[in-house]
């Protein structure tokens, strides 16, 4: 029969163990950085083309938004630990379980993970999209499926 092993939480460590130890490594699997705040249907559309990538999405936190990309460490081992330890970047090194998302309990003040949901709060937030490709400087803008 299979049995769901529970998840260690911080609280019930062994002495000796660490959180790493029971996690499949989730800080190794992506990357994020800040990126402008989109104020014009141009932005919007930049960003979409990030998202259109695969493995992109987008959060907002404190009034930041940041572009994530989910992409393994090339030097992640399949026992989840960090192949270059020794030499690893001085971002790992900083990193600590402290605030780590181990525990998935994140909450984002908004979080895009589709180009579609992206383009959605888009229409919501924005003036109506500017028509013409190209012409006098506006840019035409697609109508995404599902989503006008
Ligand atoms: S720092 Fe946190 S998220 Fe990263 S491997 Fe350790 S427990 Fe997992
Ligand atoms: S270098 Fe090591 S610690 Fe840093 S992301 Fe890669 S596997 Fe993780």
């Known amino acids: 029969m299979l049995q769901l092993q529970q998840k260690v939480s911080r609280e019930n460590l062994k002495n ?6 029971h996690c499949p490594a989730k800080c190794c699997r992506y990357f994020a950085l800040p990126i402008d705040t989109p ?5 919007y559309d930049f960003i979409r083309w990030y998202m259109i ?3 992109v999405s987008v959060f907002v936190e404190d ?3 940041y572009m994530v990309v989910h992409a393994d460490c090339k030097h992640l081992g399949e026992d989840n630990r960090c192949g270059i330890y020794e030499t690893r970047p001085q971002i790992c090194r900083d990193y600590s ?8 309990d994140e909450c984002y003040e908004k979080l895009f993970e589709t180009p579609e949901q992206l383009w959605e709060y888009a ?3 924005m003036p109506p999209k500017p028509r013409g490709l ?3 400087g506006q840019l ?3 109508v995404l499926a599902g989503v006008e």
């Open 16 to 21: 000796g163990e660490v959180l790493c130890d």
């Open 39 to 43: 104020d014009t249907w141009e932005e």
């Open 53 to 55: 990538h695969g493995r």
């Open 63 to 65: 009034d930041t938004w």
């Open 97 to 104: 379980t402290k605030d780590c998302e181990y525990d998935d």
């Open 123 to 125: 229409e919501a937030v």
């Open 134 to 136: 190209r012409k006098n």
């Open 140 to 142: 035409q803008l697609p």
